[in-house]
């Protein structure tokens, strides 16, 4: 009984939530409405998508919450000028989907609401009229239009609250599921056409091959402006060490020093090198570990959140440690920011990463700070990058990748 008690009450909480959103719906369809409607506001158009984009992500969560199964979502991301942005939005089969499942919604999310939270509420009211009724003068309303004025009118509202609370037991949770399954349906980006997915896999592999080419380049560049030039040093200095010995042997010395310290220098750029191509920290300490290193590492206070990480297959790990560190190193350079956030969860099926800070914002990919290098590392993975960074902050950098699970 007590799980069947739980599984209702979670089932009403849920067509509440439901009700709440489905009049926020009503809101939000009112503003796309006035911003398609009125030239003037269409610079506006951006910034209700996302609201939109926020308000179905909370039915998203609430639909996931229910079935136990996260709902997918798939958004172009709305950057750059105005234009673009307008362009973006009203281009995006996500948000016409958000906006189906809105029309949809609006009147439905109420009524279930009205079915699934009214009955439930009907019961206290209807089991304490019939013990006061007779405190004032003329009787109460108890719900379901039962005017209690005398004691059988107070003993029909106890046998509705009695059957309004076996109602509430038996139909929020079937109306909650109902609810589930064709909410998941609306919500759930459709399977793409073969064209469009063989042009999306086209891409990835484009930019896995880019991004491996710049990897091999500047792989390349640091053994040779790094590593080579010291090793040719030290290869200079022990033929002026072995000059020295068959022309002054005490004078050697202080060349076979500066050798050694020729050599150990390469060492330590040969190592540097190695740990761009794959941390040793990720293998010692794991991917929150090594990122709690970077973290600590960071110019500017930083704080980390993670939530049910565990052990990645390591080109995932590496990618996301990359990652961080790049938009890290772009906080401290380009935004003036006074603090940062990085977050690291595991959804589903996939690694969620989150780069916050509060700088001045306006963040660019065409300014060279580093995002394009970050999109092309994650669209390797066949993940999504998003970025949001208005004028004057905060900047969100929000990286989604495949965990291969």
């Not at 003068?137 to 609370?165: K, N």
């Not at 609810?179 to 930019?207: D, M």
């Not at 905060?394 to 990748?401: H, I």
Request: hydrophobic share 50%.
């Amino acid at each position: 009984m007590r799980p069947e008690l739980l599984r209702a009450g979670r089932a009403i909480l849920g067509l509440a939530l439901g009700f709440a959103t489905a009049l926020a719906s009503l809101m939000v369809l009112f503003g796309l409405l006035i911003c398609v409607m009125l030239v003037f506001t269409l610079p506006l158009l951006p910034l209700v998508v996302r609201v939109q984009r926020w308000l179905v992500a909370v039915d998203r969560r609430r639909v996931a919450a229910r079935t136990g199964k996260p709902v997918e979502e798939r958004y172009a991301e709305v950057s750059g000028h105005l234009l673009h942005q307008v362009v973006t939005v009203l281009t995006d089969p996500a948000t016409r989907r958000d906006l189906r499942w809105l029309l949809v919604h609006a009147p439905a999310g109420m009524l279930l609401g009205i079915l699934g939270f009214a009955v439930p509420v009907s019961v206290p009211q209807n089991l304490v009229v019939p013990m006061v009724w007779w405190l004032v003068p003329g009787g109460l309303d108890s719900s379901y239009g039962i005017h209690v004025d005398s004691w059988p009118a107070a003993g029909l509202s106890v046998l509705s609250a009695l059957a309004a609370a076996l109602v509430s037991w038996w139909l929020p949770p079937r109306l909650a599921d109902w609810e589930a399954g064709w909410a998941s349906r609306l919500l759930s980006p459709g399977r793409a056409s073969l064209a469009q997915r063989v042009a999306e896999l086209t891409a990835t592999r484009a930019a896995a091959l880019e991004a491996h080419g710049a990897e091999l380049r500047r792989i390349e560049r640091d053994l040779h402006d790094g590593t080579q030039n010291r090793l040719v040093a030290v290869v200079m200095h022990l033929g002026i060490v072995e000059r020295a010995l068959r022309r002054d042997p005490p004078t050697a010395l202080a060349s076979v020093l500066t050798a050694q310290n020729a050599a150990t220098d390469a060492l330590i750029e040969l190592r540097e090198v190695v740990r761009s191509i794959y941390p040793p920290v990720l293998a010692d300490r794991g991917l929150d570990g090594a990122v709690d290193a970077v973290v600590a590492r960071c110019p500017i206070p930083a704080t980390l959140t993670v939530t049910g990480l565990r052990r990645l297959p390591a080109a995932v790990e590496a990618a996301a440690y990359f990652v961080i560190a790049e938009a890290l190193t772009n906080v401290a350079k380009h935004s003036g920011a006074e603090h940062a956030e990085v977050s690291l969860a595991v959804q589903g099926d996939h690694l969620v990463i989150e780069v916050r800070d509060d700088g001045h914002g306006g963040a660019e990919e065409a300014n060279g700070t580093g995002l394009t290098g970050i999109r092309r590392r994650v669209a390797a993975f066949d993940g999504q990058t998003t970025l949001s960074s208005p004028e004057g902050g905060p900047t969100v950098l929000g990286v989604r990748l495949p965990t291969g699970t």
